[in-house]
């Protein structure tokens, strides 16, 4: 007999149980993914992290007077240290170390290294390093002589690489001697071999950049900065005989596949716990991963409140389907429940009876939906609570609302077309306490914040959901006053579908505030979703415009003066802005020697027409000052955009370090960011080039250049761009370079853009934001057709009774459209309104600046969400002509008043 029932309402029972299915992976799935997505992003973040950030290094800077305690003087002995100190690591890091070195190191500052036969090329002083480390001579390959076997106490056997033996003029057999800070103290040294590295991306090679690419002088008077390899008694040899200090340094790599969201915690833990702890006498340790990870953490504590809130919308619309559908079936078999109750049968039997059906398929779908979401790549987290409760819920609401119908028996059945229009006191106070809790909760968020990393907070969690629900409630005791209205007037007009259409949706307003508040509440979370994307997207088109404010940036080391003319010939180059951007440059407060140093800040160059016009060209939104563009050589200070912060600080005029020039200025415009300073600078200075005095031997070298156009030949630019470079580094030398000391880069806007929508959490924030925009368009379409349906047997009343009078097909389908158009425009109104108003009032609750460091956040509404919702009104008015055509079909009008079904 039950399963003949289940078939009996198999298009109710399925419904309920799919609705049961679909919540079961939405619990299941979106934090599956949103974990697996965290994983991966964090993995990405740490991968990108420079060595000296990501990797954990203990260093110990010894004098050849005061031996390391331990072991005394020779470097071979730290060696021994490295397994060492890896066990003494707090916990969890042992386990997620990956690579490991040791090295001893003298440094290239305190070194100058000259030639004897052949000499090295070139008359600048030549600052060469020495470096000992483990895993080097696994990394690389030879090319000439060997690896370095030095004697103790003889000459120190040194390898280099092949970019610093052509740029050095150094070839196996060369002999060097080190001179430390004593110029009676020197060390004999000799090349014994040339090496190139098998990949010179390999972490092995972070400490030796210069190694691979020396530093050559770009303005008179700078040295050369170069690397080389030595084995452990050969840096003895050179301590003993220069009476350099050496350093010691252990480094560790952590495996950044790893780590996972969930140790995040004990990672930062242990890493500052590493921070504060002196490992050997007179070390120091070299690592800033545990601020990188407290950053991340906090950007994927805002994704998580925002997935929270856009999760509970998804669940509370879906909920609030399954009430509706488990309501429908009640209605559907209230004549069989009433009968039963009217044979004497117990509310308890009758829950039994409805509790025994759903028992044998809502749990089943609910745990398919359960297995089919684990099957979702991710990382599950822990026991599935939120499945066991829809088990609970999709199994108990059609027996508790089967009872709850028949608490009380009737000899005959109401009229249900009737519908009472003043809710009891009992309904009004639980309106009112929604909309008291939800205000409550804006106040509370506002004040305490959604940070889920206690765990969610489901009361705040839900704050949302309630203002959704709060608007819906008054929205349902306002629609019928306009409508009151609208029927008045269409009383006038020709034709009854208008004025029955309007009739009966002022009637059934209550009938419709399941539907109602479903709809309002999807519509509001996918709003919600919409205005915080299209926030973030303009708040890093804003990022992206003030790093790049143009289509391209080229930044190279130092560019010939004349670089221009031969940048603009390159393909799809259309204008050019020369450059020069310098950090820790020195301020005074006036010429002379009688200035007062004025502290530091970044002094950026431009030239403001060419500027002007590269940003003209770009189209991006980036306005240059008057005050710069107009700027003329002239006999006094030049005009300057400087930041409030400096503004405060000087005077009406002050002096700026311009590569090595003094230039007076006078502050023109203040101004919190300028494009090209770089985000986050709170201490800058922006000079306008054409209005420098520049002369023809000491001229402002660029080491930028702002570009427009459209398919940039970034490989030709690139080409000339350090063809310039090696020009200006000839005229400075003296003498032929055939090698790009810093080859030049190149950055477009849309490159960066891009590389924005890769960092920290992004994966996660996409996926919040695209479950929320697609699962609330999905359930407000669900829930306009549960509006059709929750009347559907009163409308077939009233369309059999209009048939008879002569209304055809046509009027039919205009009278339902009339009927939905007051509940679906005014639930996307008001699911608009709410989803705009959610971000302002939640404000710095929602933690949307970790998506943009340095750019403020403005509320931002694409029209493309407009569009979504006018086009999710048009969606819902055909679901339910669809919907409405279905029903129909299934009840027969035709014989509907035939039956009898509803007479009075």
């Given at each position: 007999m039950t399963v003949r029932r289940i078939r009996a309402y198999g298009g109710h029972v399925g419904l309920l149980a799919v609705l049961g299915l679909v919540a079961a992976v939405l619990v299941t799935a979106v934090p599956r993914l949103a974990n697996g997505y965290a994983d991966r992003s964090l993995h990405a973040d740490v991968a990108r992290l420079p060595h000296l950030v990501r990797d954990v290094s203990f260093a110990v800077e010894q004098r050849p007077d005061r031996p390391r305690p331990e072991e005394g003087a020779p470097a071979a002995a730290g060696e021994g240290d490295l397994d060492r100190l890896l066990g003494l690591l707090p916990q969890p890091l042992p386990a997620l170390v990956d690579r490991r070195w040791y090295a001893a190191v003298l440094d290239e500052q305190t070194l100058t290294a000259t030639g004897d036969e052949p000499p090295m090329d070139g008359g600048a002083t030549k600052k060469i390093g020495l470096r000992a480390q483990t895993g080097v001579q696994e990394a690389a390959l030879l090319t000439?002589?060997?690896?370095?076997?030095?004697?103790?106490?003889?000459?120190t056997e040194v390898a280099v690489s092949t970019a610093v033996a052509e740029i050095l003029s150094l070839r196996p057999g060369s002999r060097l001697r080190f001179t430390g800070a004593s110029?009676?103290?020197?060390?004999?040294?000799?090349?014994?071999?040339?090496?190139?590295?098998?990949?010179?991306?390999?972490?092995?090679?972070?400490?030796?950049?210069?190694?691979?690419?020396?530093?050559?002088?770009?303005?008179?008077?700078?040295?050369?900065?170069?690397?080389?390899?030595?084995?452990?008694?050969?840096?003895?040899?050179?301590?003993?005989?220069?009476?350099?200090?050496?350093?010691?340094?252990?480094?560790?790599?952590?495996?950044?596949?790893?780590?996972?969201?969930?140790?995040?915690?004990?990672?930062?833990?242990?890493?500052?716990?590493?921070?504060?702890?002196?490992?050997?006498?007179?070390?120091?340790?070299?690592?800033?991963?545990?601020?990188?990870?407290?950053?991340?953490?906090?950007?994927?504590?805002?994704?998580?409140?925002?997935?929270?809130?856009?999760?509970?919308?998804?669940?509370?619309?879906?909920?609030?389907?399954?009430?509706?559908?488990?309501?429908?079936?009640?209605?559907?078999?209230?004549?069989?429940?009433?009968?039963?109750?009217?044979?004497?049968?117990?509310?308890?039997?009758?829950?039994?009876?409805?509790?025994?059906?759903?028992?044998?398929?809502?749990?089943?779908?609910?745990?398919?939906?359960?297995?089919?979401?684990?099957?979702?790549?991710?990382?599950?987290?822990?026991?599935?609570?939120?499945?066991?409760?829809?088990?609970?819920?999709?199994?108990?609401?059609?027996?508790?609302?089967?009872?709850?119908?028949?608490?009380?028996?009737?000899?005959?059945?109401g009229r249900v077309d009737l519908v009472r229009q003043r809710p009891s006191v009992r309904r009004l106070t639980v309106e009112a306490s929604v909309?008291?809790?939800?205000?409550?909760?804006?106040?509370?968020?506002?004040?305490?914040?959604?940070?889920?990393?206690?765990?969610?907070?489901?009361?705040?969690?839900?704050?949302?959901?309630?203002?959704?629900?709060?608007?819906?409630?008054?929205?349902?005791?306002?629609?019928?006053?306009?409508?009151?209205?609208?029927?008045?007037?269409?009383?006038?007009?020709?034709?009854?579908?208008?004025?029955?259409?309007?009739?009966?949706?002022?009637?059934?307003?209550?009938?419709?505030?399941?539907?109602?508040?479903?709809?309002?509440?999807?519509?509001?979370?996918?709003?919600?979703?919409?205005?915080?994307?299209?926030?973030?997207?303009?708040?890093?088109?804003?990022?992206?415009t003030l790093t790049v404010p143009g289509d391209a940036w080229l930044t190279g080391w130092a560019f010939s003066p004349d670089a221009a003319d031969e940048l603009i010939r390159v393909p799809g180059v259309q204008a050019v802005a020369r450059v020069s951007v310098e950090s820790n440059r020195r301020l005074w407060s006036e010429p002379g020697p009688q200035a007062t140093s004025l502290g530091q800040a970044r002094v950026l160059v431009v030239d403001a027409p060419a500027f002007a016009e590269v940003v003209a060209r770009s189209g991006v939104e980036v306005e240059v000052p008057a005050v710069l563009r107009s700027a003329a050589r002239g006999d006094g200070p030049v005009p300057a955009v400087v930041?409030?912060?400096?503004?405060?600080?000087?005077?009406?005029?002050?002096?700026?370090?311009?590569?090595?020039?003094?230039?007076?200025?006078?502050?023109?415009?203040?101004?919190?960011?300028?494009?090209?300073?770089?985000?986050?600078?709170?201490?800058?200075?922006?000079?306008?080039?054409?209005?420098?005095?520049?002369?023809?031997?000491?001229?402002?070298?660029?080491?930028?250049?702002?570009?427009?156009?459209?398919?940039?030949?970034?490989?030709?630019?690139?080409?000339?761009?350090?063809?310039?470079?090696?020009?200006?580094?000839?005229?400075?030398?003296?003498?032929?370079?055939?090698?790009?000391?810093?080859?030049?880069?190149?950055?477009?806007?849309?490159?960066?853009?891009?590389?924005l929508e890769r960092t920290g959490a992004?994966?996660?924030?996409?996926?919040?934001?695209?479950?929320?925009?697609?699962?609330?368009?999905?359930?407000?379409?669900?829930a306009v057709g549960f509006a059709v349906i929750a009347d559907a047997a009163g409308r077939g009343r009233m369309l059999s009774r209009?048939?008879?009078?002569?209304?055809?097909?046509?009027?039919?389908?205009?009278?339902?459209?009339?009927?939905?158009?007051?509940?679906?425009?005014?639930?996307?109104?008001?699911?608009?309104?709410?989803?705009?108003?959610?971000?302002?009032?939640?404000?710095?609750?929602?933690g949307l600046s970790q998506f943009a460091p340095g750019v403020p956040m403005r509320d931002h509404l694409d029209p493309l969400v407009v569009g979504g919702v006018l086009g999710l009104v048009v969606l819902g008015l055909l679901t339910g002509l669809l919907v409405e055509n279905l029903v129909n079909r299934r009840m027969r009008l035709g014989e509907a008043l035939r039956l009898g079904e509803g007479n009075a």
């Open positions: 000439a002589g060997r690896w370095p076997r030095s004697a103790a106490g003889g000459p110029a009676g103290m020197r060390a004999s040294a000799r090349v014994v071999g040339v090496f190139d590295p098998r990949d010179a991306d390999d972490p092995v090679w972070d400490d030796l950049m210069l190694g691979l690419n020396p530093v050559v002088p770009v303005v008179d008077g700078e040295p050369y900065l170069a690397m080389a390899v030595t084995d452990w008694a050969g840096i003895d040899n050179v301590v003993a005989g220069s009476g350099v200090p050496v350093s010691y340094e252990w480094r560790y790599r952590l495996d950044e596949r790893r780590l996972d969201t969930t140790t995040l915690a004990s990672v930062v833990d242990a890493v500052s716990q590493t921070r504060r702890t002196e490992w050997l006498p007179g070390s120091r340790v070299h690592t800033s991963l545990d601020v990188s990870l407290v950053r991340f953490t906090e950007q994927l504590r805002a994704v998580q409140a925002l997935l929270a809130i856009a999760q509970t919308g998804l669940v509370a619309s879906l909920l609030g389907l399954i009430l509706l559908a488990a309501r429908l079936m009640v209605q559907r078999r209230r004549d069989e429940l009433a009968l039963l109750r009217a044979r004497g049968a117990s509310l308890a039997a009758i829950g039994w009876r409805t509790g025994v059906e759903a028992l044998l398929v809502q749990p089943v779908a609910v745990l398919l939906g359960w297995l089919i979401a684990t099957r979702v790549p991710g990382r599950s987290t822990g026991t599935p609570w939120g499945v066991l409760l829809l088990v609970v819920l999709t199994t108990g609401v059609v027996p508790v609302l089967a009872m709850l119908s028949q608490r009380r028996v009737g000899s005959t059945s909309v008291v809790l939800a205000g409550l909760g804006v106040v509370l968020l506002r004040r305490r914040g959604l940070d889920p990393a206690d765990g969610v907070d489901a009361y705040l969690s839900s704050v949302p959901v309630l203002v959704a629900v709060a608007a819906a409630l008054v929205a349902i005791r306002l629609l019928p006053w306009p409508l009151r209205l609208v029927g008045r007037l269409a009383g006038r007009a020709r034709g009854a579908p208008l004025f029955l259409g309007v009739a009966r949706a002022g009637r059934s307003a209550p009938v419709a505030l399941g539907p109602l508040a479903v709809l309002i509440v999807a519509v509001s979370t996918g709003v919600f979703g919409g205005v915080v994307t299209t926030t973030v997207a303009a708040a890093r088109d804003r990022a992206a930041s409030p912060r400096l503004a405060a600080e000087l005077g009406d005029t002050a002096v700026a370090d311009v590569q090595s020039r003094l230039y007076e200025f006078r502050v023109a415009a203040v101004a919190d960011t300028f494009p090209g300073v770089g985000l986050g600078v709170d201490r800058f200075v922006v000079l306008p080039w054409q209005a420098l005095p520049e002369y023809e031997l000491t001229p402002i070298i660029p080491n930028r250049y702002l570009l427009a156009g459209d398919d940039i030949d970034e490989a030709r630019l690139l080409e000339v761009a350090d063809a310039t470079q090696r020009r200006r580094q000839s005229a400075v030398l003296g003498t032929e370079v055939t090698r790009t000391q810093l080859p030049a880069t190149l950055e477009t806007w849309r490159a960066h853009r891009e590389g992004n994966e996660v924030l996409t996926l919040t934001f695209t479950a929320g925009a697609g699962g609330s368009a999905a359930l407000a379409v669900l209009l048939r008879t009078m002569g209304l055809s097909a046509a009027h039919g389908r205009r009278l339902l459209v009339y009927e939905l158009v007051p509940l679906v425009v005014v639930a996307a109104l008001t699911g608009t309104a709410v989803g705009i108003a959610l971000p302002r009032l939640l404000g710095p609750t929602l």
